[in-house]
């Protein structure tokens, strides 16, 4: 059963940062592109970041370019989100994500809330 587990999100203000992971089993972790997504109130969901399997290539969305950093450890099957100069327009609950190509299936997990407020 695949379970993606987020944690690390709060509350802090402009230009703070904040450190987000994803826990991820039950399917081949390593093998895997993982992205971080974002929602925030009343806005659809937006792709945030991605990371290849083995970390060889990362990609970011403009708005984050510069502020934020993806990594993974395919020992601890986690992926990270550092979060720097943040701010309230950051403001959002944050998921991790999988894509399985051969299911045609996107997988998330159950979100955690980054609110950037002074």
């Known amino acids: 059963q695949v379970q993606l587990v987020e944690s690390g999100g709060g509350s802090v203000q402009p230009g703070g940062s904040l450190r987000l992971s994803c826990a991820a089993s039950?399917?081949?972790?390593?093998?895997?592109?993982m992205n971080w997504y974002r929602q925030a109130p009343g806005k659809e969901r937006e792709l945030v970041a991605a990371?290849?399997?083995?970390?060889?290539?990362?990609n970011y969305a403009d708005f984050v370019k510069g502020r934020f950093s993806i990594s993974r450890d395919d020992v601890k099957n986690t992926v990270y989100l550092q979060m720097n100069s943040l701010k309230p327009e950051d403001t959002a609950v944050y998921y991790c994500n999988y894509y399985r190509l051969v299911l045609a299936r996107n997988y998330w997990g159950q979100g955690t809330q980054v609110t950037v407020s002074s």
């Open positions: 039950g399917f081949s972790f390593s093998s895997y592109t």
């Open positions: 990371i290849s399997s083995a970390g060889g290539v990362t």
